[in-house]
């Protein structure tokens, strides 16, 4: 099992900040990792895949990038809507593991 | 659109067993892997189990394996979660979710839909 390591636990900023999210793997994992978005009681929203490339019809103020053990989720010009708790997800080996979730408020 | 709808949960004392049913449409099932995860009350997301898209493949988290099965009917795009020996530590709200279309090269194991979810609760 690939434990993914995701910090911090939580961040805030203020509207219009940014924020980075970031999670390690302990082995390369390639570019085989996904970033998702979860507000209470709302299903899980993918987010990015392949570590960079956004999926369509998420806002372009959400960006990922990093490759092999590193990876990073930035989150620009925050909005009020982009409050939640956001997770990493490694699809390189199996079983598929998660990072622990950071908790998005804003200051 | 795509839609996915757990169904089954409920409260059941220590030991018991359920059936998680995922109900899909919107989207040709037989094509795509799918995959449970759950929420413990509090905690992050947690990987449950994974079935390809033929049945092929089936993936479980070390602590469900041997107790949860995973099954799916491509004839009537339903995907299950067999819980049996259930535990307190089981207790969550149970996600359904898309994992990788099969005929795209590109696709990994990502989970792309999600349901709303499903709450389990093993009573001890």
């Known amino acids: 099992e690939i434990p993914m390591i995701q910090f911090p636990s939580s961040v805030s900023a203020s509207v219009g900040g940014t924020v980075t999210i970031t999670c390690r793997a302990p082995q390369s994992i390639a570019r085989w990792l996904a970033w998702y978005q979860h507000k209470p009681g709302k299903a899980p929203k993918m987010l990015i895949y392949?570590?960079?490339t956004l999926k369509s019809g998420v806002p372009s103020r959400f960006s990922g990038s990093g490759f092999g053990t590193e990876f990073s989720l930035t989150i620009s010009n925050l909005r009020p809507e982009d409050v939640g708790t956001y997770y990493c997800q490694q699809s390189d080996n199996f079983p598929l593991t998660f990072g622990g979730g950071t908790k998005v408020e804003i200051k | 659109q795509v839609q996915l709808v757990e169904s089954g949960g409920g409260l059941v004392k220590s030991g018991g067993s359920l059936r998680l049913t995922c109900k899909t449409s919107?989207?040709?099932?037989?094509?795509?892997?799918m995959g449970w995860v759950r929420q413990a009350p509090g905690k992050g997301l947690d990987y449950v189990s994974y079935i390809g898209s033929s049945s092929g493949f089936k993936n479980y988290a070390d602590s469900v394996e041997g107790r949860f099965t995973i099954s799916r009917d491509n004839t009537k795009n339903l995907v299950y979660l067999e819980m049996n020996s259930l535990r307190a530590e089981d207790t969550g709200l149970y996600y359904c979710?898309?994992?990788?279309?099969?005929?795209?090269?590109?696709?990994?194991?990502?989970?792309?839909?999600w349901g709303q979810g499903i709450l389990v609760t093993v009573s001890s």
């Open positions: 392949d570590a960079s």
């Open positions: 919107g989207f040709i099932f037989s094509h795509y892997y």
């Open positions: 979710a898309r994992g990788r279309d099969y005929t795209n090269s590109s696709a990994y194991n990502w989970f792309d839909s």
